[in-house]
């Protein structure tokens, strides 16, 4: 089992820039991949980024190519979001997510993954 612990969300004006954490406990040993997806009102949860824990090979959706980074910290067992250039279409809840794969099979889809932390509010003001 791994549990994981974000924190960091908040309320930022348009422009801003927030950083997510994620802290991971438990058999993190055997984690392949960590991401980020969200969840806004009466959407899907959907894809943010993504990083490889060995290597350290990162992943993006469109929407934040750019402006969003993922990087971790081994030693540290925590993975962060950088979030720039924030846009009221980023609000949403921000979850963590792992997973034992380490491969790149389906690592943008919810299902692809087996821990999940509780999330948390990112809310951008226009």
């Known amino acids: 089992q791994v549990q994981l612990v974000e924190s960091g969300g908040g309320l930022v004006q348009a422009g801003g820039s927030l950083r997510l954490s994620c802290v991971a406990s438990g058999r993190t040993s055997s984690t392949g991949f960590m991401g980020w997806f969200r969840q806004a009102p009466g959407k899907e949860r959907e894809f943010v980024a993504a990083?490889?824990?060995?290597?350290?090979?990162?992943y993006y959706a469109d929407s934040v190519e750019g402006r969003f980074a993922i990087t971790r910290d081994v030693a540290k067992n925590t993975v962060y979001l950088h979030m720039h250039s924030l846009k009221p279409e980023d609000t949403a809840v921000y979850y963590c997510?792992?997973?034992?794969?380490?491969?790149?099979?389906?690592?943008?889809?919810?299902?692809?993954?087996?821990?999940w932390g509780q999330g948390t509010q990112v809310t951008v003001s226009s």
């Open positions: 997510a792992a997973r034992l794969r380490s491969d790149t099979y389906y690592y943008t889809s919810t299902y692809a993954y087996e821990y």
């Open positions: 990083v490889r824990w060995s290597g350290g090979s990162t």
